[in-house]
Each structure stands twice: as C-alpha cells, then as structure tokens.
C-alpha cells in the first residue's frame, strides 16, 4: 500500500475556518429558519470597484481577439503590474523595491504556506501566538513542527505570546531561531507593531541570522500616520525580510485572487556547506516550477487599483469596514466587554465574558444571538478567552449583530 506523509496526521483536526463552517452547517440544519450574521471569516462582502470591473472587462475582451489573445504569462507576473507596485505601494513610501524582486501570485495563503519549503526541514520556526494558523499547519506538513503535545503546541516550535499583558507585541525569541512570521497589522488581534517594535526585529533578525516573513496583508487598514505599511520601512531589513502582500482585503479580491510576494535580491540564508544564498533565485526557481503566473486578466484587474479612480474606490470600501469596526468595537465596550484592534485592523478581538472559553462564546453567540464569530482559542492557545469579530460584514447586518449580542449579554 501507498505510503502517506505522516506529518499530516499531527495536523490538528480541521482547518480553523472549514471546522467554523461545519458547525454553522450543522446549526443551519438544525435552525433552518434562524437569520445568520457571518463576522466570522475575514471575507470582504463590499463588491469590486468600479475600475477593477472595467478593467477586467476589457482583459476579457482583449483575449477573445487572436491580436490581442495571451497564453502563459511570465510566472512571477507581468510587468505591467509589478511595475505599479515597485512605484505606488513602495516608492511612494521611500522605499525601493525592484519590479523583479515582486513576485505576483494567485493569493498570500498560498505564498505564506509555500515560502516555507526553501528552508532546511529542521530549521525552527517561531510564531506569535495567537497565530493566523496557515503559517504553523504548512509548517506541520512539511515536518518541522515536531509533535503535538496534549494541548496542541508542538515541540519544535518557539511560540511567542501575545496577549492583554504584553498589549499583543510579540517578545523576541530567546533561543535559536531561523524563520519567523510575523503579520501586522495582526490577524487575529488587530494589533500594529511600530518603527521601533519593527527594528527591534530587524536588527535581532540581523545578528540572529534569521529570516523575516512579514505578512503585510492588512496594511491598507493602518490609520495612524506613524505606523509603518511595510517592514522595508526599517533600514536594513532587505537583508532579513520577505513581504506578503495581498489585494483580497485592499480592494475586495478574496474571490478574485491576487496577491504578491517581495524577495528582495538582498536577503540570504546558509546552505548546509555554510554558503549565503539568495532566497530570490530559490523563490523565483520554486515558482516557475510550481505556478503558472496569475491570470492575465485578474492581474489587469489589479493594476486598476493603482489609477486615481481605483484608489479612490477601494479607499471608500476600507472607509466603510473601518466603520463597521468601529461599529463593533464601540457597541461591545458600551456592553461592558474589554475590546482591542479595530484602529489599525479590520479585527476586533475581545476578551470573552467571565466563565466563558472562546469555544464557549462562540457557541452562546450562535445559539442565542445567531452572530458567528471566530474563536480564540482557534488561533492558538493564547489565544483562549478572547474572540474575534470583523469589520468585513454589511453595514446594517454588522448593526443588528452588535445589537443582538448587546441584548444576549444583558440577560
Ligand atoms: C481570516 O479570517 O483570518 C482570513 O480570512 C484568513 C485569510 O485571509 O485566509
């Protein structure tokens, strides 16, 4: 008989949010006439901009004429695209970043799962804790996580706590280390991390000889004007940083797909005979293996973005969720609730009511208020006793919710 990887048998039961869907299917069976309100999944509901539509139109049409059809693309993207990047989301911020250090692709899941793979099958891996689980379970399947104890932390595996008491900033790892994730602003604790927080990493990063995988995939949200978008924002972090970034929550492309990855050419680590190697060219070399490219088409809808109209419209959709945070985060304090995120973020992250667990919470909402959220504890063990709600809802929906979770904590 076939043998399988075993690796995956570690793996905790269900991904986070497939299992958050069977127990709602499980509900909805049993409630079939109960109204739900989903702030559960980080999923954008607001449609895509006008220009993002437009221009996806005319790719459409474009290759339905032989003179104007494409096949393959370039797998790392058309420079169509990464040419806005490089000047709009970096050299707009003082920062540059070459057009063939942006690597576009089909989503940051993806990516932050995959980048794994170009370090060595022992090297240890530290996570914040609570965690967006993509970065620990990719880890788990490659084999690099060790065992689960009872509890479900892994052995080889450095958590860094986040939590009330440290105000959700990561401390740096005390031991050995050669990759961390980092991603703020935070998923699922709303968290940002500023200039300083940041070199602190870049430099520990530096004479760690470790290396940075910054998931930036929520910087459109960031208000306050100090808090840097993108961890090569701090000098020297070209050296030990990769950057996810992703249009699914910039400009609603959660269905539509697209996303980027920035290898700067500068950023090394050893192989097992002691030589820095460039993690570009291995990136590059495991992409044009493994992917095609994104669509051409999707990839022209994401260069609308970068027009004036583009960002005035996805500006006005991120307006719109950063209200329902607010939203959110304002009706549960007034509620007596202890709130944090929702500034800088589209999550809320709460601390669940005395004498109840984040499962518990969860499973009080949907039976008495029908809101689904997300559990804490789903996010790791530190994240036990809170809860995450998000912005990403309908305005009146997100209303109703917060008003029926008002009513249901009264009683
Ligand atoms: C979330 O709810 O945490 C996000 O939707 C996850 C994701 O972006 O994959």
């Given at each position: 008989?076939?043998?399988?990887?075993?690796?995956?048998?570690?793996?905790?039961?269900?991904?986070?949010?497939?299992?958050i869907?069977?127990r709602i299917k499980e509900f909805q069976?049993a409630h079939p006439d109960a109204k739900l309100i989903r702030l559960g999944i980080g999923d954008?509901t607001?449609?895509?901009?006008?220009?993002?539509?437009?221009?996806?139109?005319?790719?459409?049409?474009?290759?339905?004429?032989?003179?104007?059809?494409?096949?393959?693309?370039?797998?790392?993207?058309?420079?169509?695209?990464?040419?806005?990047?490089?000047?709009?989301?970096?050299?707009?911020?003082?920062?540059?970043?070459?057009?063939?250090?942006?690597?576009?692709?089909?989503?940051?899941?993806?990516?932050?799962?995959?980048?794994?793979?170009?370090?060595?099958?022992?090297?240890?891996?530290?996570?914040?804790?609570?965690?967006?689980?993509?970065?620990?379970?990719?880890?788990?399947?490659?084999?690099?996580?060790?065992?689960?104890?009872?509890?479900?932390?892994?052995?080889?595996?450095?958590?860094?706590?986040?939590?009330?008491?440290?105000?959700?900033?990561?401390?740096?790892?005390?031991?050995?280390?050669?990759?961390?994730?980092?991603?703020?602003?935070?998923?699922?604790?709303?968290?940002?991390?500023?200039?300083?927080?940041?070199?602190?990493?870049?430099?520990?990063?530096?004479?760690?000889?470790?290396?940075?995988?910054?998931?930036?995939?929520?910087?459109?949200?960031?208000?306050?004007?100090?808090?840097?978008?993108?961890?090569?924002?701090?000098?020297?972090?070209?050296?030990?940083?990769?950057?996810?970034?992703?249009?699914?929550?910039?400009?609603?492309?959660?269905?539509?797909?697209?996303?980027?990855?920035?290898?700067?050419?500068?950023?090394?680590?050893?192989?097992?005979?002691?030589?820095?190697?460039?993690?570009?060219?291995?990136?590059?070399?495991?992409?044009?293996?493994?992917?095609?490219?994104?669509?051409?088409?999707?990839?022209?809808?994401?260069?609308?973005?970068?027009?004036?109209?583009?960002?005035?419209?996805?500006?006005?959709?991120?307006?719109?969720y950063?209200h329902n945070a607010r939203v959110i985060r304002d009706g549960l304090e007034t509620a007596g609730l202890t709130v944090?995120g929702g500034?800088?973020?589209p999550y809320i992250w709460l601390k669940t009511p005395a004498g109840l667990?984040s499962w518990g919470f969860f499973d009080k909402l949907l039976n008495e208020a029908h809101v689904v959220g997300t559990p804490g504890?789903?996010?790791?063990?530190?994240?036990?006793?809170y809860f995450r709600l998000t912005g990403f809802g309908d305005r009146a929906a997100t209303e109703e919710a917060v008003a029926r979770i008002k009513s249901r904590l009264k009683r």
């Amino acid at each position: 008989m076939a043998r399988i990887n075993d690796n995956y048998l570690r793996l905790k039961s269900g991904y986070l949010f497939s299992e958050i869907a069977r127990r709602i299917k499980e509900f909805q069976a049993a409630h079939p006439d109960a109204k739900l309100i989903r702030l559960g999944i980080g999923d954008a509901t607001r449609p895509l901009p006008g220009a993002i539509v437009q221009a996806l139109h005319a790719a459409v049409d474009e290759m339905g004429r032989a003179e104007t059809f494409r096949g393959y693309g370039p797998e790392t993207g058309y420079e169509f695209l990464t040419e806005l990047i490089a000047k709009h989301d970096y050299g707009a911020r003082g920062v540059t970043i070459a057009p063939d250090e942006i690597f576009v692709s089909d989503g940051s899941k993806s990516d932050a799962a995959n980048f794994q793979e170009l370090f060595s099958a022992d090297a240890i891996v530290a996570l914040t804790d609570p965690v967006y689980p993509v970065y620990l379970d990719s880890n788990v399947m490659a084999g690099r996580a060790g065992a689960p104890d009872s509890r479900g932390a892994y052995d080889r595996i450095v958590y860094l706590p986040c939590t009330a008491e440290n105000g959700f900033d990561p401390p740096l790892p005390d031991g050995p280390v050669d990759m961390v994730y980092l991603c703020f602003p935070n998923n699922p604790t709303g968290a940002v991390l500023g200039r300083a927080a940041l070199k602190r990493w870049v430099d520990w990063a530096r004479s760690a000889g470790a290396v940075l995988l910054y998931d930036a995939a929520y910087e459109a949200y960031i208000q306050d004007p100090d808090v840097p978008h993108s961890i090569f924002e701090v000098e020297g972090a070209r050296q030990v940083a990769v950057e996810f970034r992703s249009y699914s929550k910039t400009a609603g492309f959660t269905g539509t797909r697209c996303a980027y990855t920035v290898v700067p050419r500068d950023v090394t680590a050893r192989a097992s005979t002691g030589e820095a190697v460039p993690l570009h060219g291995l990136w590059f070399r495991r992409q044009s293996t493994k992917f095609n490219g994104a669509p051409y088409l999707i990839q022209r809808g994401a260069s609308a973005i970068y027009t004036p109209e583009g960002q005035k419209q996805a500006r006005t959709t991120i307006e719109y969720y950063m209200h329902n945070a607010r939203v959110i985060r304002d009706g549960l304090e007034t509620a007596g609730l202890t709130v944090y995120g929702g500034r800088n973020a589209p999550y809320i992250w709460l601390k669940t009511p005395a004498g109840l667990d984040s499962w518990g919470f969860f499973d009080k909402l949907l039976n008495e208020a029908h809101v689904v959220g997300t559990p804490g504890a789903g996010f790791g063990r530190y994240g036990e006793g809170y809860f995450r709600l998000t912005g990403f809802g309908d305005r009146a929906a997100t209303e109703e919710a917060v008003a029926r979770i008002k009513s249901r904590l009264k009683r």
